[in-house]
C-alpha cells in the first residue's frame, strides 16, 4: 500500500487551542499549554504516524501585532512555516468567532498556495447555532478547501480531520521513524515544560517575560537525572514573585515541573531550579539568539 507523508501547519490567533490540539493527535505532551495567549514562541512538530502515512503537525506562535522582537520572531516563524506546508490549518475558536487580528492572517492566507482548512475550535463552549455562526463569518471571507467544527479538548472530530488531511498530502515515504513523536530535542520540551508551570503557578503576576534555559542534563547513578534549569525574568521584581516567600512559589513550579519531566523521560529526576535576571531580554537579539530565538 503507497504511503502518504506530508507538512500540515496550524495557524491562528493566539490561545485557540493549537497546543492542545497537536498534544491531542500526538497522545502526549510536546507543546506546552497555558491560558495566556502567545504561550508557543517556537515552531513545534508533532509527528503523526499510522499505516496510511505520516504528518509532521507544525505548531506556530500564535499571529498577533508584535511589541518586542521576540514577538516579531514568533510572527515571522508562523508565516515561514505556513508557506513551507502541504495543508494549512486555520484554527479559529467558536467561543470567540472573528475578532480583531483575523482579517490580517485571511490576507495572509490569500498568498499561501496550499489548501487551507477552517478548523473550528472549542465546540464543546458553546451550541450549535453559534459554531454555524462562527462558520458563517469565516467562510464569507475566504474560500476554504475544508471546513472542519472540533473540540480539540475533548477530542471530538480530531480524528475525522486527521483522515481527510492525509487525503491531501502527496505520496512519499515517512520522513521520521513510526515511534518518533517530535523533532524537538528533549533539553527544550524540559525547559518547556518548566516555563508551563512557571506560567500556571505566577497566573497575571508575571506575563511572558519568563525564559527558561536548561544549563546541565546528565544522568546519574540509581536511574536518575540531574537536571540544573534558570527561570529568567526581566525585572527584579519578578524574580521575587517567581521565588515566592521562602522559595514557596519556586518549590511548587519545581515539583510540578518535575513530575512531568519524570512521565517524559521515565526515569528519577533530580531538578535543580535557579532564577536570574536578564533585563530587557525580548528586545536584545543577543539574549534572544542564546534562548533559540534565532
Given at each position: 500500500?503507497?504511503?502518504?507523508?506530508?507538512?500540515?501547519?496550524?495557524?491562528?490567533?493566539?490561545?485557540?487551542?493549537?497546543?492542545?490540539?497537536?498534544?491531542?493527535?500526538?497522545?502526549?505532551?510536546?507543546?506546552?499549554?497555558?491560558?495566556?495567549?502567545?504561550?508557543?514562541?517556537?515552531?513545534?512538530?508533532?509527528?503523526?504516524?499510522?499505516?496510511?502515512?505520516?504528518?509532521?503537525?507544525?505548531?506556530?506562535?500564535?499571529?498577533?501585532?508584535?511589541?518586542?522582537?521576540?514577538?516579531?520572531?514568533?510572527?515571522?516563524?508562523?508565516?515561514?512555516?505556513?508557506?513551507?506546508?502541504?495543508?494549512?490549518?486555520?484554527?479559529?475558536?467558536?467561543?470567540?468567532?472573528?475578532?480583531?487580528?483575523?482579517?490580517?492572517?485571511?490576507?495572509?492566507?490569500?498568498?499561501?498556495?496550499?489548501?487551507?482548512?477552517?478548523?473550528?475550535?472549542?465546540?464543546?463552549?458553546?451550541?450549535?447555532?453559534?459554531?454555524?455562526?462562527?462558520?458563517?463569518?469565516?467562510?464569507?471571507?475566504?474560500?476554504?478547501?475544508?471546513?472542519?467544527?472540533?473540540?480539540?479538548?475533548?477530542?471530538?472530530?480530531?480524528?475525522?480531520?486527521?483522515?481527510?488531511?492525509?487525503?491531501?498530502?502527496?505520496?512519499?515515504?515517512?520522513?521520521?521513524?513510526?515511534?518518533?513523536?517530535?523533532?524537538?530535542?528533549?533539553?527544550?520540551?524540559?525547559?518547556?515544560?518548566?516555563?508551563?508551570?512557571?506560567?500556571?503557578?505566577?497566573?497575571?503576576?508575571?506575563?511572558?517575560?519568563?525564559?527558561?534555559?536548561?544549563?546541565?542534563?546528565?544522568?546519574?547513578?540509581?536511574?536518575?537525572?540531574?537536571?540544573?534549569?534558570?527561570?529568567?525574568?526581566?525585572?527584579?521584581?519578578?524574580?521575587?514573585?517567581?521565588?515566592?516567600?521562602?522559595?514557596?512559589?519556586?518549590?511548587?513550579?519545581?515539583?510540578?515541573?518535575?513530575?512531568?519531566?519524570?512521565?517524559?523521560?521515565?526515569?528519577?529526576?533530580?531538578?535543580?531550579?535557579?532564577?536570574?535576571?536578564?533585563k530587557g531580554w525580548r528586545n536584545a537579539d543577543a539574549y534572544l539568539?542564546?534562548?533559540?530565538?534565532?
Open positions: 500500500m503507497e504511503t502518504k507523508s506530508g507538512f500540515a501547519s496550524i495557524v491562528g490567533r493566539p490561545n485557540v487551542g493549537k497546543s492542545t490540539f497537536l498534544n491531542t493527535v500526538i497522545g502526549q505532551k510536546v507543546a506546552i499549554v497555558s491560558e495566556k495567549p502567545q504561550t508557543t514562541r517556537n515552531r513545534i512538530q508533532g509527528i503523526y504516524t499510522c499505516e496510511q502515512g505520516q504528518i509532521i503537525f507544525i505548531d506556530t506562535p500564535g499571529i498577533h501585532r508584535p511589541r518586542h522582537k521576540l514577538g516579531e520572531y514568533m510572527v515571522r516563524t508562523a508565516h515561514a512555516t505556513a508557506r513551507e506546508a502541504d495543508v494549512v490549518l486555520y484554527m479559529v475558536s467558536a467561543k470567540d468567532g472573528m475578532e480583531k487580528g483575523d482579517e490580517e492572517i485571511i490576507e495572509f492566507l490569500t498568498k499561501t498556495s496550499a489548501p487551507v482548512f477552517l478548523v473550528v475550535n472549542k465546540i464543546d463552549l458553546v451550541d450549535q447555532d453559534e459554531v454555524s455562526r462562527c462558520i458563517g463569518s469565516f467562510q464569507s471571507r475566504f474560500r476554504f478547501a475544508e471546513t472542519w467544527p472540533i473540540s480539540a479538548i475533548m477530542g471530538t472530530n480530531v480524528h475525522a480531520l486527521i483522515r481527510k488531511i492525509l487525503d491531501y498530502l502527496p505520496v512519499g515515504p515517512y520522513y521520521y521513524p513510526p515511534d518518533q513523536v517530535t523533532d524537538q530535542p528533549e533539553r527544550f520540551i524540559v525547559a518547556e515544560l518548566i516555563r508551563e508551570k512557571a506560567l500556571y503557578f505566577t497566573r497575571e503576576e508575571v506575563p511572558h517575560s519568563l525564559a527558561v534555559e536548561v544549563e546541565e542534563m546528565k544522568e546519574r547513578k540509581g536511574n536518575t537525572v540531574y537536571v540544573r534549569a534558570v527561570v529568567f525574568t526581566e525585572r527584579d521584581s519578578q524574580k521575587a514573585i517567581v521565588i515566592g516567600k521562602s522559595g514557596s512559589m519556586l518549590k511548587k513550579i519545581g515539583e510540578a515541573a518535575r513530575l512531568d519531566i519524570e512521565s517524559l523521560l521515565g526515569v528519577n529526576v533530580y531538578l535543580d531550579l535557579w532564577v536570574k535576571v536578564r539568539r542564546g534562548f533559540g530565538y534565532k
